[in-house]
């Protein structure tokens, strides 16, 4: 497959096990924020998002956490399963003095289940 | 099936050979986009479209070309690739022009120039 980073931060957890990956996002003028999933040989799969206007967003056995403060985002997966196994990227969405709209990426973290 | 498509998977080009990828998406989606993957570096955008005839820059833009003549196609175009634009390349749409709701992005293409 695809190599999507060589020294990426590892999260290894025990199937069954709650797992918690965070992301500490750069601009403050951010208004939605989305966790991706790559894994390898694939293109980024959308999990979940969440706008400035919440703190929390759950959606199946994943729940996205918003501090703005800190600008901090965190998710949550319940009982992780190998098949989570992947690169968990968060992305900020902001617009531009010029009106663009982009997404910024984190640099990933890998989720690593153990059977 | 809604889908984002690109071609080629792979390619393997020397330096100086006009290459392009095309990108395809099936969901009448206003807003499509380029982005590279680099180890290291995460996903980076490369040019982004908001609609027909409408395209812009993006971060890392120099070396490449775009454009948006069809809504549901979006080609990358390398006039003289040069070894650093190996990369793995994404192409990405979403529903509203001005990105604001989730991208679903293609499989990706692996680029090596020698």
């Known amino acids: 497959g695809e190599s999507v980073g060589l020294h990426l931060p590892t999260l290894s957890v025990q199937e069954g096990d709650n797992s918690i990956i965070n992301c500490a996002y750069s601009n403050s003028a951010s208004d939605y924020f989305i966790w991706y999933k790559q894994e390898s040989g694939k293109g980024p799969q959308f999990i979940i998002d969440i706008r400035s206007n919440m703190d929390k967003r759950q959606g199946q056995r994943v729940t996205v956490l918003l501090n703005k403060t800190v600008k901090h985002l965190s998710l949550q997966i319940a009982a992780t399963q190998p098949g989570d196994s992947a690169v968990y990227f968060c992305a900020e969405n902001m617009r531009s003095d010029t009106g663009r709209r982009a997404l910024t990426f984190g640099s990933g973290t890998r989720l690593q289940v153990q059977p | 099936e809604a889908q984002v498509t690109q071609n080629p998977r792979y390619l393997i080009t020397v330096t100086g050979k006009k290459l392009t990828v095309t990108c395809s998406q099936n969901?009448?989606?206003?807003?499509m986009s380029w982005y590279r993957q680099d180890p290291g570096l995460g996903l980076r955008q490369i040019y982004y479209?908001?609609?027909?005839?409408?395209?812009d820059k993006g971060d890392v833009p120099e070396g490449y070309k775009v454009s948006r003549k069809e809504k549901r196609n979006f080609p990358l175009i390398l006039e003289s690739p040069s070894p650093n634009q190996t990369s793995l390349y994404f192409c990405a749409s979403s529903l509203e022009g001005t990105g604001s709701y989730e991208q679903y992005f293609g499989p990706g293409t692996r680029l090596t120039v020698t």
């Open positions: 479209s908001m609609n027909v005839e409408v395209t």
């Open positions: 969901m009448n989606h206003e807003y």
